[in-house]
């Protein structure tokens, strides 16, 4: 019975390369001229540091924007409050990965509801689906895809046919 794995996350390779992206455009903005800004990422953190609040605002617009250029979705980043230490404000956006159990059984409600010929079963972190036919999955990849209420990045593992 072919069947996948819907999981949750994010990907290191692009998320370090949309932080390299704003940190190119970080140092040729204009308004960024002569300020100690910087994006740092360890592990799936992004530490933004600069002199002002509204500096750390205008980062975080670039972040996004990189991040969308480089097709991660935004609405998985948590930002921390601004700490301020001496002239220097840091905030860390944290991205969130793995499915909660409200996020699993809200898209097994949805596939439910879709009248689609295939079970789906929560699994720790990760929802299997099952299924019949290669096209009933197919068709429940390209539900979960365009589902504007799933704000998490989706990945499809385990394909068995």
Known sequence: MPSFDVVS???KHE???AVDQANRELSTRFDFRGVDA???MKDLVVTMAANHDFQIEQ???MLTGAMTKRGIKVSCLEYSAPQ???KIV???ATMRQGIDADLARK???KIKDSKLKVQAAVQGDTVRIQGKSRDDLQAVMALLRNDESIE???AFKNFKD
């Open 9 to 11: 996350e994010v990907d």
């Open 59 to 61: 980062m975080k617009s």
């Open 15 to 17: 998320a370090s390369n």
């Open 107 to 109: 898209m097994v409600k």
């Open 152 to 154: 998490m990045p989706l």
């Open 90 to 92: 840091k905030v860390n």
């Open 38 to 40: 910087s994006f740092e």
């Open 84 to 86: 301020g230490s001496g």
